[in-house]
C-alpha cells in the first residue's frame, strides 16, 4: 500500500460546490439517503452509477458489424491456440461489449475483489470519526456553529455513541468508498480492451469478450490492420479464459490471495479521529470535503512478516497467470501474424508506462505487476514447455502446490530440472498420484482432475 494514500484512488473528487453538501439537501434528507445502503462496507449502486458517469459521452453501443468482427476474431484465436496447450478452450460465448456493459458485467468481482479492503478502511473510519464526534459532543462548539442548532437539540445525544450522527458515520465510509471506486473502475473501462486484462476474472464464467472502442484505440498508430490487432487481443482473451475454465481451483484461489492481502491492512483509527477533530463539523455533510480531509497519513505502510508474505504470494500468482498467457497468445501470434512483435511490444509498454492492469492494482490494493517479473514467468513457462512439451507444462497447473515459486522465477532451469526451491518433489509423479486419485479421496476438492 502506497504510503500516506487511500486504496482505490481515495483523494478529492473533482466539481461540486464546497458551500452546498450534497447540492444544498436538506441535513436529515441527506441523512436518510446515506442510511439507505445497507449492502455493505461500499456502496455498490452508487459505485455503479459513478462508473457509468465517468464515461461521459465517450460511450457508444457497439454496432452489430463489430459484434461479428469480434466472434470471428474469439473463434480465430480458439482455432490458433488449439495446438499450443493441453487445456482446450475456455468460452461458450463470444462478446463485444460496450465500456459500460463492462462495468455491468463486471461490477460482482469488483465488489468480491473490493469489499475485504474496504471492510477494514471504513470501519477505521467510523471508530476514528465516532471517537471525534464523541469528544466534540462532549466539549463546547464553535460559536458559529453552537448558534446555527435549533433550540433545545442535545448535542451529546445527537453526536454521542449511537446517535444519529455517529449511525450516519457508519455509512459515510461506504458512499465515500462508493464513489472513489466507481470512479476507478469507470476511468478503467475506457482503457481495457477485454475481460481479462487486468489478470483477474472479473467477466462471467465461460464468457470471453473484447470492448471494441478501446481495441481501436489500442491499435491507433502502430500501423497495424485492425483485424490483426483484433486476433491478436482476441488470442490474450482467450488464452485466458482456457486458464480459469480448467484450472477449477485458480479463480477462488487468486481471489482469496486478494482478500488474504486485504485482511492485513493497517490502519490507524486514532488518526483518523485526530483529523476529524481537525475540521469543521459541518464538512461531514459534503464529501468532497471531507474526503480531502482524511487524505491525511492515516493508513500505515503493510510493513508486517505476515503481510508482506501476502503480498508475495499474490504477486506470484498474478505473474504466473500473466506470464503463461504472454507466453501461449505470443508463441500462437509469432506463427500467424506478421506483427505479433510490435503488439507483444505494446502489451508490454503498456504495463510498464502504468497500464490498466498495473493502475488497477496499484489503486485497489497496492499491488504493482513489474513487467520484469511477468518476463521472468513467461520464460519459465517456455523452459517447460521446451522440456516437458505443451501436456507437461500445463499439468503443473493441476494443483497449486505443483507451481513454481518466487525463486523459482529468477532460475527457471532448476525448476525445469526438479533443483529448484520449489521442486522439492518430482512433479510429474505428483501430477500421475492426483491423475490415479479415485473421487471422495483425501484430496483438495478443486483439483481432482488434471487440466489436460
Known amino acids: 500500500m502506497s504510503g500516506g494514500g487511500f486504496p482505490f ?79 482446450p478452450a475456455g468460452a461458450t460465448t463470444a462478446a463485444a461489449w460496450s465500456r459500460e456493459q463492462w462495468i455491468e458485467a463486471t461490477l460482482p468481482v469488483w465488489r468480491t475483489l473490493c469489499d475485504p479492503v474496504a471492510g477494514k478502511v471504513v470501519e477505521a473510519m467510523r471508530t476514528g470519526i465516532s471517537s471525534g464526534l464523541s469528544q466534540l459532543g462532549g466539549g463546547d462548539l464553535p460559536p458559529e456553529l453552537a448558534g446555527a442548532l435549533p433550540p433545545g437539540v442535545d448535542l451529546g445525544r445527537l453526536m454521542g455513541a449511537g446517535g444519529p450522527v455517529v449511525q450516519m458515520m457508519n455509512q459515510v465510509g461506504g458512499m465515500l468508498f462508493g464513489a472513489q471506486v466507481g470512479q476507478a473502475i469507470g476511468s478503467l473501462a475506457a482503457e481495457v480492451v477485454s475481460s481479462t486484462e487486468v489478470g483477474l476474472p472479473l467477466g462471467p464464467a465461460g464468457t470471453a469478450a473484447l470492448l471494441p472502442a478501446n481495441v481501436a484505440a489500442f491499435g491507433q498508430g502502430l500501423g497495424v490492420e485492425d483485424e ?71 493508513f500505515a505502510d503493510a510493513d508486517t512478516p505476515e503481510q508482506k508474505a501476502a503480498l508475495a504470494r499474490l504477486e506470484l500468482i498474478l505473474a504466473l497467470i500473466e506470464g503463461w498467457v504472454d507466453h501461449v497468445a505470443d508463441t500462437a501470434a509469432s506463427q500467424h501474424l506478421p506483427s505479433a512483435a510490435k503488439l507483444r511490444e505494446m502489451v508490454r509498454r503498456r504495463r510498464a508506462e502504468g497500464g490498466p492492469g498495473e493502475q488497477i492494482f496499484s489503486t485497489l490494493v497496492g499491488l504493482s505487476l513489474r513487467p520484469r517479473r511477468l518476463r521472468e514467468a513467461a520464460a519459465l513457462w517456455e523452459a517447460l514447455r521446451e522440456a516437458r512439451g505443451h501436456d507437461g507444462r500445463d499439468a503443473v497447473w493441476a494443483h497449486p502446490d505443483l507451481l513454481p515459486g518466487g525463486e523459482d522465477l529468477a532460475d527457471p532451469s532448476a525448476f525445469v530440472s526438479g533443483a529448484g526451491a520449489g521442486s522439492d518433489v518430482d512433479i510429474m509423479a505428483e501430477i500421475e498420484k492426483l491423475d490415479d486419485t479415485a473421487p471422495g479421496e483425501d484430496t483438495p476438492p478443486a483439483s481432482g482432475d488434471s487440466p489436460s
Open 228 to 298: 490483426e490487432v483484433r486476433i491478436y487481443l482476441a488470442l490474450r482473451e482467450a488464452a485466458s479464459n482456457r486458464l480459469y475454465a480448467h484450472v477449477p481451483w485458480l479463480r477462488a484461489h487468486v481471489l482469496g490471495a486478494v482478500e488474504e492481502y486485504a485482511r492485513g491492512i493497517a490502519v490507524d483509527p486514532e488518526a483518523v479521529g485526530r483529523v476529524m477533530r481537525m475540521i469543521d463539523p459541518t464538512a461531514l455533510m459534503n464529501p468532497e470535503r471531507l474526503t480531502e480531509a482524511l487524505g491525511e497519513d492515516v
Open 9 to 87: 484512488g481515495f483523494g478529492p473528487t473533482p466539481g461540486g460546490d464546497p458551500e452546498r453538501p450534497a447540492g444544498g439537501a436538506p441535513f436529515f434528507a441527506e441523512l436518510e439517503r446515506l442510511l439507505s445502503w445497507q449492502g455493505g462496507p461500499v456502496n455498490w449502486e452508487l459505485a455503479r452509477q459513478v462508473a457509468v458517469r465517468t464515461l461521459g459521452s465517450d460511450d457508444r453501443a457497439v454496432r452489430a458489424t463489430e459484434t461479428g468482427e469480434v466472434e470471428k476474431a474469439l473463434r480465430i484465436a480458439d482455432v490458433w491456440l488449439d495446438p499450443m496447450t493441453a487445456l
